[in-house]
């Protein structure tokens, strides 16, 4: 059963657009992330939240930005976007221990022509 | 600092025949080590993951085993099955909590 809840499923844009994308979690987590996944199926670590700060950031191009509101919830936007952040971008949530669980929503698609 | 290496990209086997995919890592501290897996059109899912008292993880048939004086955690199954089919990522924990992945292995099982 889904308990990371992610929108929109799909995004198709233009290079320089603003996209923004949703995330949220029903399982009670103090920690959420954001990871991207690429065309070659490489999958890295974006950027880490603690009840609602921010614990890692793992160089990430300055456009991207990350927001959170409160611990159930955790956006990413990106400025401008480029061509070579297509790619599904995966939000994940877990109890914030080395050795816990972290659970994956479905991902969000992006498409920059 | 803290990385993972899967060095089969591709796997293709048929169906009743072992699995073992290979995973090594490299990290400053005394991390843990995951197996995720991802069917198509999925989201990554824990398989099994690694226990700091020796026990064996098994989960759905597979098994891994945690060796710190060669840095592996490899994956294997006696027997795979057909529903065995998808990407499997080794994945590291360490000091920030964050998931190190491997580049992946495609695992495709035929009749």
């Known amino acids: 059963e889904t308990a990371v809840f992610q929108t929109p499923n799909y995004h198709v844009t233009q290079v320089g657009n603003e996209v923004s994308f949703n995330c949220k979690q029903t399982?009670?987590?103090?920690?959420m992330y954001w990871y991207k996944q690429d065309s070659k199926k490489l999958l890295k670590i974006m950027f880490s939240?603690?009840?609602?700060?921010?614990?890692v950031n793992e160089t990430v191009p300055r456009r991207f930005s990350p927001q959170s509101s409160d611990k159930a919830h955790l956006n990413l936007r990106i400025k401008s976007v480029e061509p070579e952040d297509s790619a599904v971008y995966l939000c994940a949530s877990s109890g914030g221990g080395a050795r816990d669980t972290q659970y994956f929503g479905p991902g969000t698609r992006l498409l920059v022509l | 600092g803290d990385s993972v290496t899967q060095t089969e990209g591709l796997v293709t086997l048929t169906e009743g025949l072992p699995v073992m995919l290979n995973c090594t890592y490299q990290s400053t501290y005394s991390p843990f080590l995951f197996w995720y897996v991802q069917h198509l059109n999925e989201a990554p899912k824990l398989l099994l993951k690694s226990f700091t008292d020796n026990k064996r993880p098994e989960h759905q048939g597979f098994h891994a085993t945690l060796h710190k004086s060669s840095s592996s955690f490899h994956l294997q199954k006696s027997s795979a099955q057909l529903s065995d089919s998808a990407l499997y990522y080794c994945?590291?924990?360490?000091?920030?909590?964050?998931?190190?992945f491997g580049s992946g292995t495609k695992l495709t099982v035929e009749p």
């Open positions: 994945a590291l924990s360490a000091n920030y909590n964050v998931l190190y």
């Open positions: 939240y603690n009840n609602k700060q921010l614990i």
């Open positions: 399982l009670g987590h103090d920690t």
